[in-house]
């Protein structure tokens, strides 16, 4: 995802990303979260990786979409 704005909201941006890292790894066996970064071309790249069981084929197509969610209601 490639995100340009104000500081605060790339902040947000990747605790949302942590965030939903620690979610997806809850009843995992292991529970492995990896963050890491780099600079390239000029601009910093963010990555966070967890062990957690992925997206679903059904919801990928619809990521970006508005209220898109793999999360229950609630």
């Known amino acids: 995802v490639y995100a340009q704005g ?3 909201y790339c902040v947000e941006i990747v605790l949302n ?3 939903d890292a ?3 790894t809850r009843n995992s066996s292991s529970r492995n979260i990896l963050i890491s970064s780099a600079i390239q ?3 910093i790249e963010i990555k966070v990786k ?3 069981p992925g997206i679903s084929d059904f919801i990928l197509p619809h990521l970006f979409a508005p209220y898109a969610s793999t999360k229950g209601t609630g």
């Open 17 to 19: 990303l942590v965030k």
């Open 6 to 8: 104000k500081e605060g």
């Open 50 to 52: 967890d062990s957690g």
């Open 41 to 43: 071309s000029g601009m």
């Open 22 to 24: 620690i979610e997806a």
